[in-house]
């Protein structure tokens, strides 16, 4: 399952206030249900560790010192819809990730 999400994705997300962001995300895969991922998003970096169940995907990461989470829906076209948070923070963003 997981071999069919390698790969460069465009982002398109909300921050937890609302506003807009964009960028870029690489997925590479370490296993055939696990793998990384890379996050650059305005002059954001940030990276986790990743994994599918279905049409679930889910990666924990880390941005500067903060921890967070985000979990995806896997659409039927190959991208995803998700929502994700960060440890000590109130609340959800939402992320989109369109195949490149």
Request: a negative charge; hydrophobic letters at 30%; glycine letters at 16%.
């Amino acid at each position: 399952m997981a071999q069919s999400i390698g790969g460069d994705y465009a982002v398109e997300g909300t921050n937890l206030d609302g506003s807009s962001y964009g960028g870029t995300a690489k997925i590479v895969l370490t296993s055939e249900t696990t793998c990384e991922i890379y996050w650059t998003t305005g002059p954001s970096t940030s990276q986790g560790i990743c994994m599918r169940n279905g049409n679930a995907f889910s990666a924990g990461y880390v941005m500067g010192e903060a921890i967070g989470l985000v979990i995806y829906q896997v659409m039927d076209d190959g991208s995803m819809e998700g929502i994700w948070t960060i440890a000590g923070q109130p609340g959800t963003g939402t992320e989109n990730l369109k195949p490149q």
